[in-house]
């Protein structure tokens, strides 16, 4: 038997909203439930995260408001865009999110959207607390300031 070829992360979607408007923590590897005709819609690269979130459900986290459009093959057996997608992830892992949701009033935030080396679909989520209005100022001051230092750096040689 030959060993299958393991491709390189495949990106499908990106959050990058969560780094302007959240302080990320913590950030962990989950997996998705998902029917066929969500992967199919996934492997033509068609996804949203940007207004998503992970959600506490009973006793598992769901992943709620990320779309993924219809796949124009599936007809009467597609799927709802923004249904909500139960995230794989071990127990011990579940209720370390879990606990920081409840005790310390955290956000769990989809920062990637991806295919990982054999092809299952993966969502990177991180632990996330909302930021003030003038830490964004100052996160874009310093943004600004790291752009302003390249060129200077560069220009001088």
């Keep these: 038997m030959t060993e299958a ?7 499908i979607a990106e959050n990058r909203r969560a780094k302007f408007d ?3 923590d913590d950030s962990i590897e989950a997996g998705l439930v998902l029917k066929g005709s969500e992967v199919k ?3 033509l690269g068609r996804a949203n995260i940007a207004e998503s979130y992970a959600a506490v459900e009973g006793d598992e ?15 009467r057996f597609n799927h709802e865009p923004r249904r909500g997608r139960k995230l794989l992830l071990h127990r ?19 920062v990637k959207l991806y295919f990982d080396e054999k092809g299952r ?17 100052a996160s874009e001051a310093d943004k600004d300031w790291k752009r302003d230092q390249a060129r200077l750096m560069r220009d001088r040689g």
């Design 5 to 11: 070829k393991l491709q390189p992360r495949k990106l």
């Design 92 to 110: 011990r892992q579940i209720n370390k999110f879990i606990g920081a949701v409840q005790r310390e009033g955290r956000t769990i935030v989809p």
């Design 61 to 75: 986290l769901v992943l709620i408001n990320a779309y993924i459009p219809e796949y124009p093959g599936a007809n």
């Design 41 to 43: 819609s996934l492997r």
């Design 121 to 137: 679909a993966k969502l990177e989520l991180a632990l996330a607390k909302g930021k003030k209005l003038h830490d964004k100022r």
């Design 22 to 24: 959240y302080f990320l």
